[in-house]
């Protein structure tokens, strides 16, 4: 995979547009006051910013170069930029900015777990620090080395460790390296007839280590489980060895070992390899579109879902807030589009008694043999009208299907206009599920207000699980004038988290802690929890060279 830019999500030359999306510029003037034109913020060159050269020690340099070779140690500029940060709302404003306080020095690219080995001991005895990097999609500030690091730093890049090395068909069980990207290691799956089945909105930029590290989720996690399910096995390299965790179905050694790697975000050691729970490509997949009158509607079928013996891998409804947002992205309608939709929307009002702009759109993924996937539309279909549901077919389903992975670039889209987006996830269980939506709803409201902005708050249901769900939130807004971008975000965002765990949720059901959600780790787990994390680490790594500051 190509790097992505140093100043946003993505590859250079792709980006969100609305010129293809006739409904989008109206509806941001209407929630954000912000009047969509041309770019008024565009980043600037990284030639015109001030990148602090690299202070590599040259007897470190050497015994890098020696374990991973010359043309794998690099000290340019714009890689070292690169992997600087992740893609918070924070990592980007700062990197448009120019506010490159610690950078790494170098960034080297291993191809083996002997070469990682090499890497840290050279590091470690060079009193260097080791930030493990895979893709960079990191939003919680997982990846940039603390502002008064003096020691150097090195940014360990996994990509270049990308195979599948072995598929245990008779366990479904594949051994991967840690630094392949979504898309790779699927390919390599498909070959063989297999999936891991794991898509969360970074899937295109994101590594299988990366998932691990920050105990991922992804789309269909409802069927396939969370990163921490798939996780069976696993090889780490730290500064005591490397560790081994076997691909045993169930044991009964102490506390997990597996368990307290995942999340560890890079403090525990580099993940080399890890054995993964694999299943056959399903003979047929299809995601289906439905509306529900309101979105709490909505909720008590996906609660219901949940507890059934339907075993769906997709389940996903919106609030009213961002199922106005999905229908303002559409691309321009043809005129069937708009004959369907208007006779669509009479009949939901006059036979079915919704009120329009309170429904709620949800999609609904099925996988397996097509007659598993017909059993289980049946079944579902069953529910949905239970709860005065209604399906509105294929169409809806495929367009999701197409644009899943697009949502991050709208980050950048908004930022070009000097508008802020962002985005808080959490998890309770379904009986706390309204009230953390209306605490959050009240408290990004407020903060909207103390800010002086127009701000829009949306939310969705993204994962099921048969004790409760994730809520996942979305909030823009344009600052004030002459106020700070960030000054403003810090005070929304600071809302919404303190509102989840205010309210009996957690601080982050996917996106892990790094340095954004740390302040709240305490509130979440226990003061006691956190100093077992914290002796974790140091006894782990007392030196403190392995991304030092993240989680505590």
């Not at 010129?19 to 989008?24: F, G, H, Y």
């Not at 840290?120 to 080791?130: E, G, M, P, Q, S």
Request: aromatic letters at 8%; proline letters at 6%; glycine letters at 10%.
């Amino acid at each position: 995979m190509a790097a992505m830019k140093w100043w946003g999500w993505g590859l250079e030359g792709v980006e969100f547009t609305h010129a293809d999306k006739p409904e989008l510029a109206p509806f941001i003037e209407r929630v954000l006051g912000l009047k969509v034109g041309p770019v008024t913020a565009a980043p600037p060159r990284l030639a015109e910013l001030p990148v602090p050269p690299s202070t590599l020690p040259e007897r470190l340099r050497t015994a890098l170069v020696q374990a991973c070779g010359a043309a794998h140690v690099s000290v340019d500029a714009l890689d070292r930029v690169v992997h600087a940060r992740g893609k918070s709302l924070r990592d980007l404003i700062r990197q448009r900015r120019g506010e490159f306080v610690r950078i790494p020095d170098v960034v080297v690219r291993p191809r083996s777990e002997d070469e990682v080995a090499e890497v840290l001991r050279a590091a470690i005895a060079a009193d260097a620090v080791v930030i493990a990097f895979g893709g960079g999609s990191s939003i919680s500030g997982s990846l940039e080395a603390p502002a008064g690091e003096s020691r150097p730093v090195i940014s360990l890049d996994l990509a270049r460790m990308d195979q599948l090395l072995e598929l245990d068909a008779g366990s479904g069980l594949a051994r991967v390296q840690a630094g392949v990207f979504g898309p790779h290691l699927e390919e390599q799956l498909a070959r063989r007839g297999y999936t891991l089945g794991h898509l969360p909105d970074s899937f295109t930029h994101s590594t299988l280590g990366g998932w691990i590290a920050t105990r991922s989720s992804g789309m269909q996690s409802d069927r396939y489980g969370d990163i921490a399910d798939l996780t069976k096995g696993l090889r780490v390299v730290t500064p005591s060895g490397t560790l081994v965790a076997q691909p045993v179905p169930a044991a009964s050694t102490g506390p997990s070992i597996r368990q307290m790697v995942l999340g560890s975000e890079g403090r525990l050691g580099i993940i080399t390899q890890a054995t993964m729970q694999v299943r056959r490509l399903p003979a047929q997949r299809t995601t289906l579109g439905y509306l529900f009158p309101t979105f709490f509607d909505g909720v008590a079928a996906m609660r219901e879902i949940a507890e059934s013996e339907c075993s769906v891998s997709v389940t996903r409804v919106s609030d009213a807030n961002e199922t106005s947002f999905s229908f303002a992205t559409r691309s321009r309608p043809t005129l069937v589009d708009k004959l369907q939709s208007r006779a669509l929307r009479t009949f939901l009002r006059r036979r079915l008694g919704y009120d329009v702009s309170r429904m709620a759109l949800s999609f609904i993924g099925y996988e397996g043999s097509a007659r598993h996937v017909n059993a289980q539309r049946r079944a579902v279909g069953r529910i949905v009208k239970r709860h005065g549901g209604l399906c509105i077919g294929s169409g809806p389903g495929a367009l999701y299907d197409q644009k899943k992975f697009d949502t991050p670039y709208i980050r950048d889209f908004l930022l070009d206009r000097g508008a802020a987006g962002d985005v808080s996830e959490t998890a309770m269980p379904w009986s706390r599920l309204e009230p953390v939506y209306d605490a959050v709803s009240t408290a990004a409201q407020a903060a909207f207000a103390e800010v002086r902005v127009q701000g829009y708050l949306m939310c969705h249901l993204s994962h099921s699980y048969q004790v409760g769900a994730c809520l996942y939130f979305t909030f823009a807004f344009v600052p004030a004038p002459g106020a700070d971008i960030l000054a403003s975000y810090d005070v929304v965002k600071s809302a919404i988290q303190q509102a989840f765990v205010d309210n009996g949720a957690t601080l982050s059901h996917h996106h892990a802690v790094g340095t954004e959600h740390a302040r709240w780790l305490q509130q979440d787990i226990s003061a006691p929890g956190v100093a077992m994390l914290k002796a974790l680490f140091d006894g782990t790594d007392p030196g403190g060279h392995l991304n030092p500051g993240k989680i505590v």
